[in-house]
């Protein structure tokens, strides 16, 4: 058991994981080591009306966890356009954990998938 989980109590449901939909460094094997001491059950989905782009990561930490001081970037676009990614399932500790990690240039919305599931994103803090 990791210390994020807890042991389920008997007639009480577990709590439902947050989705959070990543086009980037959160699917690496190394940045979820880093961040959540794991890997996490993904999903692989689609965003569709939004388009990629890249930015300058200046921040050391997110530096070191990637590897890259270059990363995606969401930006809204056409209904035609469209970012494949997966759906990431995290608990309420590893969501602040990704908080944590995203740096300025990125600001958490929640949007609906091609699957029809209703999941967080990072996406350009300038078009939010």
Do not use: C, K
């Amino acid at each position: 058991m990791t210390e994020h989980a807890s042991a389920p109590v008997a007639g009480r449901a577990e709590p439902t994981p947050h989705r959070v939909f990543s086009y980037g460094t959160l699917r690496q094997a190394n940045v979820q080591q880093a961040l959540y001491g794991r890997a996490v059950p993904t999903v692989d989905d689609t965003l569709v009306g939004w388009r990629l782009e890249w930015v300058q990561i200046t921040d050391p930490a997110v530096i070191a966890a990637s590897g890259s001081d270059r990363h995606p970037i969401l930006r809204p676009g056409s209904p035609s356009d469209s970012v494949a990614g997966a759906a990431l399932a995290l608990s309420d500790a590893d969501l602040a954990a990704t908080d944590d990690y995203e740096v300025d240039d990125y600001v958490r919305v929640l949007v609906r998938l091609a699957s029809g599931v209703d999941a967080f994103v990072y996406v350009a803090a300038s078009d939010a």
